[in-house]
């Protein structure tokens, strides 16, 4: 039930139902969402959608420390 | 950005053995949500990890805990010929007292499917005559998109909308949990897409009161692992701490947009969950201001919030992690997917049918 996918925004406009409306690409597979709880999120941005609502923008930059984390964990498997 | 990473073989197998290189004795812990028990048992995690480290499945099935008196009126509401009964996909299979929302549908109900609730409002809009209900159940993660469509319907002054509120909210249910004296939970891992909506501040009271650490975890195979060995850290070291190991998504605060959302429109309530009984302020009423969208009170005058039916077969036992659900005597035998006895077997995200779909009985 708290199920809930990454996706990318396409593009974004206001709407009144659904305060913004984006459409966002999950590999390939494009739905309409409602951004009205990141309204702060761009064209371009990742974020995690549940049941038709964007729920959190994907912080680039923690993504990015927690991938070096698995490098680093990789290297010293080897 | 690809999942891939979170799902790389070998830095699963680099985890599992940091895990078990770190284990100086055995420790419990329990993954809350029920999202995270199926990925455990698809990956076969459980199976990779050191057999001293015991993963308990929590209650966080949302359509397992939802109260038989809910679907029941849910089902009675459905059966009017002016009403249009929403709902998520999740709940059409899952039996109040006797009949589901399915039953309901064949019996010539209008039962829709939504995937997001403001397809609810635009019904509403489209067919005013018509009384729409949406049944709005679910943890944190789903109760702001459920407040957004009954603050969406007040706006657009949508008089033929209303939504049967029964939902939960995941710290009281732990507080709960925890003081069960016969639980045997050394740790939490804590639900990743509810803490992107609450954040985890409220985890710091419960991790010291019961001190237990708790660390809030993706779904992804290497996420879940990530949190475990944290979690076993924390232990080691005697550390009754809050962690976050989804920093991706998840920050101390949560989504502060959905948490005012969910200020606005709902109040704390008193909730009974189905196997568990009722526990305080585990749940949500619409405030005053939004009465007249509270199906409760718009269809049953002097109505209240659902009580927790008594718990049939062992769903109690298995949503508090007492019971794994191949001990229960009726698991896969008198009770399948398709004849179930109780809802954790009914649902998706329930721990018997994560065991009946991964570790059928035959192979057990």
Redesign the interface.
Same mark, same amino acid.
């Given at each position: 039930?708290?199920?809930?996918v990454?996706g990318?925004i396409l593009d974004k406009r206001a709407d009144?139902?659904?305060?913004w409306l984006a459409r966002v690409d999950f590999d390939g597979v494009i739905k309409e969402? /409602?951004l009205?709880?990141?309204?702060e999120a761009e064209v371009g941005d990742?974020v995690?959608i549940?049941?038709?609502?964007a729920?959190?923008v994907? /912080?680039a930059e923690?993504?990015a420390?927690?991938?070096a984390e698995?490098a680093a964990?990789?290297a010293?498997?080897r | 950005m690809s999942n891939a990473p979170y799902r790389d073989p070998g830095i699963v197998r680099a985890l599992a053995q940091a895990i078990a290189a770190r284990m100086t004795r055995p420790w419990s812990v329990m993954e809350i949500c029920g999202g995270q028990t199926h990925a455990i048992l698809k990956y076969g995690l459980d199976q990779l990890l050191p057999k001293e480290l015991t993963l308990i499945h929590g209650p966080g099935c949302p359509v397992c805990v939802t109260p038989a008196e809910a679907i029941d009126f849910a089902v009675a509401l459905a059966a009017r010929p002016d009403v249009v009964l929403c709902t998520y996909a999740d709940m059409l299979r899952v039996p109040g007292t006797s009949q589901a929302l399915l039953d309901a549908r064949a019996a010539g109900g209008d039962v829709r499917m939504v995937y997001s609730p403001l397809e609810a409002v635009t019904i509403a809009r489209e067919h005013p005559a018509r009384e729409i209900v949406l049944f709005a159940i679910g943890f944190e993660t789903t109760a702001p998109g459920n407040a957004q469509a009954i603050l969406s319907a007040a706006s657009a002054g949508l008089a033929n909308f209303a939504a049967i509120v029964a939902q939960v909210t995941v710290p009281a249910a732990l507080d709960a949990l925890l003081d069960d004296p016969r639980q045997r939970i050394d740790g939490l891992l804590a639900a990743g897409h509810v803490c992107t909506v609450t954040g985890y501040d409220e985890y710091h009271a419960l991790a010291a009161r019961h001190a237990t650490p708790i660390v809030v975890t993706g779904f992804e195979p290497v996420d879940l692992l990530r949190g475990l060995q944290r979690c076993v850290e924390l232990l080691e070291a005697g550390r009754a701490e809050v962690a976050n190991c989804y920093e991706r998504y998840v920050s101390e605060h949560g989504n502060a947009a959905a948490r005012a959302l969910l200020s606005r429109v709902f109040a704390p309530a008193d909730m009974g969950w189905r196997g568990l009984g009722t526990i305080p302020a585990s749940g949500y009423r619409i405030r005053e201001e939004f009465a007249a969208f509270d199906a409760w009170r718009k269809f049953v005058p002097g109505s209240s919030l659902p009580r927790s039916d008594a718990g049939e077969c062992l769903a109690g036992e298995v949503l508090r992690g007492l019971k794994k659900p191949n001990e229960c005597p009726a698991f896969g035998t008198r009770c399948t997917p398709a004849q179930p006895l109780g809802a954790p077997m009914v649902s998706g995200e329930g721990a018997c049918a994560a065991y009946f779909r991964y570790r059928p009985p035959a192979a057990a």
């Open positions: 039930m708290c199920l809930a990454p990318r009144a139902i659904a305060t969402v /409602s009205a709880f990141v309204p990742h995690l549940h049941a038709g609502f729920i959190a994907l /912080s923690e993504a420390a927690t991938l698995f964990l990789a010293g498997a | -």
